[in-house]
């Protein structure tokens, strides 16, 4: 199993581009979140999905959409890229997301984002 | 709303000391938390879970966390801190639909 991977490890954008940030996993997990890091800030929730076809936002989704229309697949899209987006993204996936799941989340790699 | 918070942002030890950072939850039901780690440049990996199972959880790498209800707490520790586990560390508590809410993080420093 290669576990969560995420494309592309580092990305420097200006002010105004679009980019998708790429995020699988191969273990048929129904669960699948995004995640940005910020200094003094922990993680906070960009976007989920419960299943394929189904998303919702989390704590902080403005500036960024998502799908998800396979188990594997759920990529983050940034449509036009501002310098508040710099920050370090994290994909995770969980077996199941019914009721209060305590299933483990796992993390993929990151991707380390610069907007100048 | 549920909510963890995390007393320090920077803890530092010595080699060999007690490793305690501080975790906080808000919650009014039975709460799933979590404790992650994160080591430089890397994705968090699980250190442990409280699932009301035991109120004294055993992770990896010689870390546990107790539960205390009275408190609302759910401290980690770790008996004698190496070198090995400097990174930066998170609490977390798991929402009715799987979202995974995190606290601020703590950076631990081991001096040798």
């Known amino acids: 199993n290669a576990g969560v991977t995420q494309t592309p490890k580092f990305q420097v954008l200006k002010t105004g581009q679009s980019m998708t940030l790429q995020c699988a996993q191969d273990?048929?997990?129904?669960?699948m979140s995004w995640y940005r890091q910020d200094p003094g800030m922990g993680l906070r929730l960009i976007h989920y999905?419960?299943?394929?076809?189904?998303?919702d936002q989390g704590e902080v989704p403005n500036g960024y959409n998502v799908s998800r229309s396979t188990t594997e697949d759920f990529p983050l899209r940034l449509l036009s890229a501002a310098p508040s987006q710099t920050s370090v993204y994290f994909c995770?996936?969980?077996?199941?997301?019914?009721?209060?799941?305590?299933?483990?989340?796992?993390f993929g790699p990151g991707t380390r984002l610069t907007v100048l | 709303a549920q909510s963890v918070t995390q007393l320090g942002s920077h803890v530092s030890v010595s080699e060999g000391a007690l490793v305690l950072l501080r975790c906080n939850y808000s919650?009014?039901?039975?709460?799933?938390l979590f404790w992650y780690v994160q080591y430089p440049n890397q994705g968090l990996q699980l250190l442990l879970k409280?699932?009301?199972?035991?109120?004294l959880v055993k992770g990896i790498n010689g870390f546990e966390a107790e539960f205390k209800k009275s408190e609302t707490s759910f401290h980690l520790t770790k008996p004698s801190a190496h070198m090995s586990d400097a990174a930066e560390y998170f609490c977390?508590?798991?929402?009715?639909?799987?979202?995974?809410?995190f606290g601020q993080g703590t950076e631990l420093s081991v001096k040798p």
């Open positions: 999905s419960v299943g394929a076809g189904i998303t």
């Open positions: 995770a996936s969980s077996y199941s997301a019914s009721g209060l799941s305590y299933n483990e989340q796992f």
């Open positions: 977390a508590v798991i929402l009715t639909g799987g979202k995974l809410i």
């Open positions: 273990m048929n997990h129904e669960y």
């Open positions: 919650s009014s039901v039975p709460p799933y």
């Open positions: 409280y699932t009301s199972a035991a109120t």
